[in-house]
């Protein structure tokens, strides 16, 4: 696997397996699989519109290297390789697309290309791209701090920011990841923390916001995690690890308290694990 993300309101966790080359779907405590798109070149990242039940994904397979999207529910009488609502949004200047990541309020979707060291944008039908930043090593995962207006992303070198218009580029992390540099990125803005995988060292990392207070948080039972998502309300991590073809979670270190929609504080968890084969 290397994509994932997940639909909490629904108790699902979606994911995109480069092994069978689909998109597929559980319940969050991975059971009631379900393929939900075949027959896809070789897809990466993922990315929700819950509100518009949808979901966004890229593709590198050779000779389909696209950006796509489809409702979270296939269409009655049709099979995940038969169903007709697939949206081919980008199909030119593409070469290695990996991370995306939406901004539903504005219309807007954000992805990395691992080999053109971009990141780029468009409207959520494709259309209007532009080229944010560019000119760096191999970017990988992508996230947006929306309320702040700040996009994160993953790249050879480390962790970087940006304003969501590719201004103000600031180092977060620095670190040579290595050619199995980190892939996935995601935030909990409410606790202003980064998460993310390293798979060259087989752990679970984060970090504040501004790259201060580095934590390894799980550093056994990984063989090259790559891609992770939050579920910041119940206090889990969720991510795939590529070698063993697992998706796993673990408690996050805490659990915001909320009143009122706002984090009053956090509670300590014991970091539980639990994982499942998908």
Known sequence: SRGIALDTPAGKIYWSDQGTNNIQRAN???????????????????????????MYWTDFGTGAVKIQRANLQIPDGETPSTRTDIDDLITTGLDLPIGIALDTSAGKMYWTDYNLGKIQRANLNGTAIEDLVTGFAQATGIALDICAGKMYWTYLYGIQRANLDGSGIEDVIDKNFGSAQVAGISLDTSLGKIYWPTPS???IQRANLGGTNIEDLITTVLNFPSAIALDTSAGQMYWTDFNTNKIQRANMPEKPLYDNGYVTHAIPQCSLQYAWIK
């Open 201 to 203: 060292e087989d752990k």
């Open 28 to 54: 969050l405590d991975g059971t009631a699989i379900e393929s939900l798109v075949t027959g896809l070149g070789d897809p990466s990242g993922i990315a929700l519109d819950i509100c518009a039940g949808k």
